[in-house]
């Protein structure tokens, strides 16, 4: 029990300091205005023309941070800083989202994989915190070395930990694209805009290796307790 808690805290901690990291960086790159005057919107609508992406929505969404492609729905959602902002912050989550709908038109592997795991994995997701708590109360032995309910619940956890691996090569990729295209765009109108946004965007990656890593952590150690090695 010690090192689940272990695993918990650490994870957490690191988490914290990772996200508060993050928004400290967008805070300050939202601060500097992009040389070119574009907003996040209009680069967004810019990237997506540029690859001939014509069935792409660019919505204004709520909240701080909520930045995301829907492949379903084919919409880049911008949250309202990032839509309106005509920063080098803006700029660079613009383009990343932009690069997951250049993934989704050009069939990229790891996306396609990642929706096909997405039904399963909100399943999984939804189902593995009950499974836990029963797991670590013991009920029917759950937490035994060996039963039936611990075995699913690590079941349950490998199938997040594959979605959230899966995820990584997703983000980089998408930073990557993104990032080529306002250098070679011109966007970004000198180095110094190019690698503030290059700043923005890894730590908006290390949320994703941190999330995986946790995720990995404990799936290891569930399997060990399954075998009954810890």
């Not at 836990?132 to 956890?157: D, E, H, M, R, Y």
């Not at 966007?187 to 965007?201: F, I, M, P, R, S």
């Not at 990995?216 to 569930?222: E, G």
Request: glycine share 10%.
């Amino acid at each position: 029990m010690m090192t689940y808690f272990l695993i918990i805290g650490f994870f957490a901690i690191v988490g914290y300091i990772v996200q508060n990291r993050l928004k400290s960086k967008f805070k300050t790159y939202s601060k500097k205005a992009l040389y070119a005057g574009m907003s996040g919107r209009e680069v967004a609508e810019d990237m997506l023309r540029h690859y001939g992406i014509s069935d792409v929505q660019v919505t204004q969404g709520q909240g701080y941070l909520t930045d995301h492609y829907h492949p379903g729905k084919k919409m880049v959602t911008l949250s309202p800083e990032v839509y309106q902002g005509r920063s080098i912050a803006s700029a660079a989550v613009a383009a990343h989202e932009c690069g997951h709908a250049v993934q989704h038109a050009t069939s990229y592997s790891w996306l396609e994989m990642r929706s096909t795991l997405v039904p399963v994995v909100s399943f999984a997701a939804n189902a593995q915190q009950w499974l836990l708590l029963l797991a670590i109360g013991g009920l029917g032995g759950g937490f035994q070395a060996g039963s039936t309910l611990l075995l699913i619940t690590v079941i349950a956890f490998g199938l997040t930990t594959v979605f959230s691996l899966v995820t990584l090569p997703v983000e980089f990729d998408a930073t990557k694209r993104g990032l080529v295209w306002l250098k070679e765009s011109g966007v970004t109108g000198n180095q110094k805009e190019y690698e503030g946004a290059k700043d923005a965007l890894n730590w908006a990656a290390m949320t994703y290796v941190v999330a995986a890593l946790s995720s990995l952590a404990m799936t290891a150690w569930l399997l060990l307790r399954f075998l009954g090695n810890d």
